[in-house]
C-alpha cells in the first residue's frame, strides 16, 4: 500500500488507485465520489477542488457525460467539510 505524507494526514494513495490505473472510460464504475475527494484532499489539500474541475472540464470538453457527472458528484462532496476534518 503506498502512502503520501501531506500536511500531518497520510494518503492511501491505493484508495483510489484501482480507480485510475485501468481507463476504459467507466471510472464510476470502480469507485466511488467519496473514495475520489477524500483522496483528491489527502494529495492535493486545498487544491483538491481546482485539481478535480480540470477532470470535469475535461470530461465536459469531450461531451462524456457519464463522466461529468461522476466529477460533479466529487466535487459536490469537496465542498463539504472532509468527515474526518482534514482539510
Known amino acids: ?6 500536511g500531518t494526514a497520510k494518503c492511501d ?7 485510475v490505473s485501468k481507463h476504459d472510460g467507466k471510472l464510476w ?11 483528491a484532499r489527502c494529495l492535493f489539500g486545498t487544491d483538491a477542488a481546482q ?3 480540470w477532470c470535469a472540464l475535461s470530461a ?4 462524456r457525460e457519464a463522466d461529468l457527472r461522476f466529477w ?5 462532496l469537496l465542498g463539504e467539510p472532509a ?4 482539510l
Request: charged residues 25%; aromatic residues 0%.
Open 1 to 6: 500500500m503506498h502512502q503520501k505524507e501531506a
Open 13 to 19: 494513495i491505493a484508495l483510489a488507485a484501482s480507480s
Open 29 to 39: 464504475t470502480r469507485s466511488t465520489p467519496e473514495a475520489i475527494a477524500k483522496t
Open 51 to 53: 485539481a478535480i474541475e
Open 60 to 63: 465536459r470538453n469531450s461531451h
Open 72 to 76: 460533479r458528484g466529487v466535487l459536490a
Open 83 to 86: 468527515a474526518d476534518g482534514e
